[in-house]
């Protein structure tokens, strides 16, 4: 922060005489770094290369602050899934900035269309493995409860239908203290009931100041 400082001073001071004009640039400038430390997830001229170096997202930007979503749509192909995970720091094929708040001990949750590797696991496995990784054994119950996997428990992955697995893998939310979602089409094999259970689980993320990326084909979270 000093040394941008001192740079922007140097240089202002060379081209702006009038000194309340130069107090006030600083005071913006001071401002926008500010702004710009605070926010939860910030993408600036991220242009993001597919496996034969073809750009399939060029030049995009924005932030979410505390409190923020951001609704990523477009067609099939173009782009969502590796923005997301470009954010996530699992995809690296990109230029440009793809920035996290790091003052989290675990800053982001991804939840994407990939299978879970655990897939041989039954259920109560899957869930007590990520309770440990996350230390939130006493949210177990809670999730377990939330998205209704009693009687799924003792069932391995692999025999879930898709709508199940896809409750499973979503119960990780709940598992998880982290304050940035990054979502990828996490209503995609869920009825109407459980899509909204979702919906309410992103909403209170959101109160608690939290921030949410979500690429969806779905109009479900227009309403937050």
Not at 76 to 90: D, E, F, T, Y
Request: net charge negative.
């Amino acid at each position: 922060m000093l040394e941008l400082v001192d740079l922007f001073l140097s240089t202002a001071c060379a081209a702006t005489p009038n000194k309340l004009l130069l107090s006030t640039l600083f005071h913006l400038f001071c401002k926008l770094e500010e702004d710009r430390r605070s926010c939860m997830i910030t993408c600036e001229n991220l242009t993001i290369f597919n496996h034969t170096q073809s750009p399939i997202v060029c030049n995009v930007g924005f932030s979410i602050m505390p409190g923020g979503m951001f609704i990523l749509r477009g067609a099939n192909g173009s782009g969502k899934s590796r923005l997301l995970r470009s954010c996530a720091g699992i995809y690296t094929n990109y230029t440009g900035l793809a920035l996290l708040d790091q003052k989290s001990s675990m800053p982001v949750m991804l939840i994407d269309q990939t299978l879970p590797a655990e897939m041989y696991e039954t259920v109560e496995n899957f869930l007590l493995f990520y309770a440990k990784c996350y230390g939130s054994y006493n949210s177990l119950a809670a999730t377990i409860h939330y998205f209704e996997l009693d009687p799924l428990l003792e069932i391995k992955l692999s025999f879930l239908s898709a709508g199940q697995l896809q409750r499973v893998n979503l119960a990780r939310l709940l598992l998880s203290s982290s304050r940035i979602w990054l979502l990828d089409e996490p209503e995609q094999h869920l009825d109407s009931y459980f899509t909204h259970k979702l919906v309410h689980l992103v909403k209170i993320r959101l109160a608690e100041g939290g921030a949410v990326l979500i690429a969806t084909h779905s109009a479900c979270f227009d309403e937050l």
